[in-house]
């Protein structure tokens, strides 16, 4: 195997793996592991693989320890015909995430994550998150036997704290500025031998390649034209985008199909910085969605998202709150139940088939990536019908339904 190390996604400067590295020292941009430029997908019996033992040529890692995985990935790809007639394209896959072990996408990064922090002999990791980041870290630090920190803001909510806390990690409440606390948590990690796997890290990236190499695997290479992905720190997208260039430099497939960064109008730094024609995004300053998982005002990965839409023919796009509340609605009505965050995908594909970016003739997939059972909140926003009778009358009252 090559030995891998870190490059910046920015200057180009290099940095070894074998140390905590996250952010350039020169630029501030984040890193990522070099580009595997070759390797293949590991023979063998996939239901009785991990992620990262399947794929393994296209990570830096030796060995795996198997008291990491939970389990993690290889979540279905389902063909919605219904959904893609309602938006008037020809073919609309969902990529459900919400089947991993915490309900979201974040424990791929996290295996990764926790499996790098054992190469290098560190026994304590951590995270900076409110939403799913939160639990994920917890239950792998749990499962690994490792000490871990969770580092949340003064108010969030008891509802949200409880499902981090049941996994025995150390949860902190830190009060202050919430955003500086990201680089404050990698700058005291560095210094204490914490290995913090923030919503960016280049171990959370590789992870995310996962999702793009098993999409390649379930349309047997066949690629998709457009890949929608909800965006909040852009730390999935950079590693869904990476993994198919992978997969093409591989050779395994031949076309890379057009990432799609999908945000909500209320939170929408890359998508407002997109369609200025800017390099930089810029801090958005009264954020406000009920899609609280991708509500982040300065997107630590925001200007690599940019660079990759701009290099890639990428898009991004921002949809409004009803849109996002009448997609989760859509979703669940044809059995996906994901929370506001991840319908924002689908709210996109609608409005880029109307605007007739997305065509009629496209295969589209759409990346749900958390369960709707983490926000059992946004359930008072939507209307919900019952209907009530007492049992001496249930044959009457069912009978009314009968031939409709
Ligand atoms: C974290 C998260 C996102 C955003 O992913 P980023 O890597 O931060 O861009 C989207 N949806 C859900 C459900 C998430 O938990
Ligand atoms: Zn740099």
Redesign the pocket.
Known sequence: MVEKGLICTNCGRSYELKQLHYRCGSCGEPLEVTLYEGGGIARGNALAQSVLSRYKAFFPFETLDSRVSLGEGMTPLVSSPALAARAGIGSLLLKNESQNPTW???DRGTVAGVQHALKLGIRRIGTVST???APSVAAYGSRAGLETFVLVNEGIPKEKLSPIGIYGAHLIKVAGDYGRLYHESLRIGQEQDIYFIN??APMRVEGSKTIAFEICEQLAFDMPDFVVV????????RGIAKGFREFLRAGLIHRLPRMVAAQARGCSPIVKAFEAGRLEISREEAPRTIAH??E?PL?PSGNEVLRILRKEEGLAVSVTEASILEAQRTLAMEGFFV?P??AVGYAAVLKLAEAGTIKEEDRVVVVL??SGLKYTAALDRHTLEEETCALENLGDHLLQYRGL
């Open positions: 979201s996408f974040k939403g799913n980041m919503s960016d909800p965006t909040s720190a852009g730390g999935n997208l998982a991708i982040n997107p929370q965050a991840s990536t958390g």
